[in-house]
């Protein structure tokens, strides 16, 4: 690396899913919409598909993968090269305008034989019908910018009775349920013919959808979602059996600041909201509902937890350095700090790892005595293993950065 620099700025890559807002991201990043094109995801990490950018001193630009590849050792430092041999870890922002599709994510070592049996295969990486993009597991941790709301793990016992009790429409699956019987449950909203799904559903969204558009229905309210979901992927005569899930899942509520983190095996699906986003470095999805993609049944329910979950809401713990957060989880591959920094008080940091640090409110200065670097809101900064740097905010600012547990 030029003149031993271990700083640097580092530009991410915006992608334009359908379901992104249309205002948030670009506001953040100061970037024009004119358009009206949805912002959905602004990606920071080495992800071979959408790499990051370092800018070089010489003000040139290169693609994070291959910045990492030319000294992973030094970049990623030692412990970290040899654990994982690349940057283990993506950083996304989310503005999540319509409903994601309800997924669940493969353990590492179900994705490394399933991507190796998909190749022996010749399912080509970008075939629809592709259900591994790459040999990695995707547990999530997600930080909430704004009010959030998703799906989370299949609800209690007591709560899914109740819920399928007081929705008539739904009344036929307790006895499937049994009290505790989730797989069956599942299996049979999953499985179901088509036109069974319509029969069950279309009473139900008769109901509901009119009760939703003039506004007497609140976001707290599964039928909120399942009318909303009608509107958004429904099709005629083919009804989303996802709506089902909606129902079933855990209906959590974060607040800004709030945290919740999503393991291999817990079913899941963001609903509404804008958040900041860290997993493995992967795209591994398995699709159960509320999308117009290629879903897997028997694949999505091999690798489903039939359990009941209770939500996990994280809010930190004070970290080492003044104004830290630490957002800890089982996960090795990544860990999320936030930093609130008051203005003319400088902290200095250490990157265990290569750190990616995201301005999201505020302006800081960077520097690790060879060079430094201006930051404003919505800008990015990549330290590599071993840099050690001041940041000086010049106004309050709020600063979050990926790392890896040490």
């Known amino acids: 690396m030029a003149n031993n620099t ?4 580092l530009q991410g890559k915006v992608q334009h899913y359908t379901w992104g807002g249309t205002d948030f991201i670009p506001a953040l990043l100061h970037l024009p919409n004119n358009d009206k094109k949805p912002f959905a995801e602004y990606w920071m990490g080495a992800h071979d598909n959408v790499p990051s950018e370092v800018v070089l001193p010489d003000g040139s630009l290169q693609p994070l993968n291959a910045f990492v590849k030319q000294d992973a050792a030094g970049i990623l430092g030692k412990a970290v090269n040899e654990r994982f041999g690349r940057l283990p870890y993506l950083f996304k922002v989310l503005d999540v305008k319509d409903m994601l599709s309800i997924q669940v994510h493969p353990t590492k ?7 190796d049996a998909e190749n022996r295969k010749g399912t080509p990486l970008n ?5 591994y993009k ?19 793990g299949f609800k209690a016992p007591q709560a899914l009775v109740t819920i399928l009790m007081q929705t008539p429409e739904l ?37 509901i959808v ?7 229905l609140n976001r707290s309210q599964e039928d909120f979602w399942a009318a909303r979901a009608a509107k958004t992927f429904c099709e005629p005569n083919k009804l989303d059996r996802g709506i089902f899930s909606i129902y079933l899942f855990n209906l959590v509520n974060l607040k800004p600041g709030e945290a919740i983190f999503q393991d291999a095996g817990i079913p899941h699906a963001y609903l509404e909201g804008q958040n900041m986003e860290l997993m493995a470095n992967s795209d ?37 350095v003044i104004g830290e957060t630490v957002f800890p989880t089982p996960a090795a591959d990544f860990e999320l700090h936030r930093l609130t920094l008051k203005a003319g008080s400088p902290v200095t940091l250490t990157a265990a790892t290569a750190e990616i640090l995201f301005v999201y409110e505020g302006a800081v200065s960077a520097s690790d005595g060879n060079n430094e670097i201006s930051l404003g809101s919505g800008e990015t900064l990549l330290a590599t293993a071993g840099a050690s740097f001041e940041l000086t905010p010049s106004q309050h600012t709020v600063m979050f950065n990926a790392t890896v547990p040490h």
């Open 6 to 9: 271990k700083i640097f700025k």
């Open 109 to 115: 070592q179900a994705a490394v034989s399933a991507f």
């Open 127 to 131: 075939a629809p019908n592709r259900n």
């Open 134 to 152: 790459d040999d990695n597991h995707k547990p999530e941790l997600m930080l909430a910018l704004s009010d959030f709301w998703l799906l989370h």
């Open 171 to 207: 009344q036929f699956l307790v006895p499937v349920f049994d009290g505790k019987n989730y797989h069956a449950l599942y299996e049979m909203v999953m499985t179901m013919d088509q036109h069974e799904v319509d029969e069950h559903l279309q009473p139900l969204l008769d109901r």
């Open 210 to 216: 009119p009760l939703y558009e003039k506004g007497f």
């Open 284 to 320: 591994n999805v398995l699709r159960g509902g509320l999308t117009n993609k290629y879903i897997d049944v028997p694949e999505l329910m091999h690798h489903t937890k039939f359990e009941p979950v209770i939500p996990d809401i994280l809010k930190g713990t004070d970290g080492p």
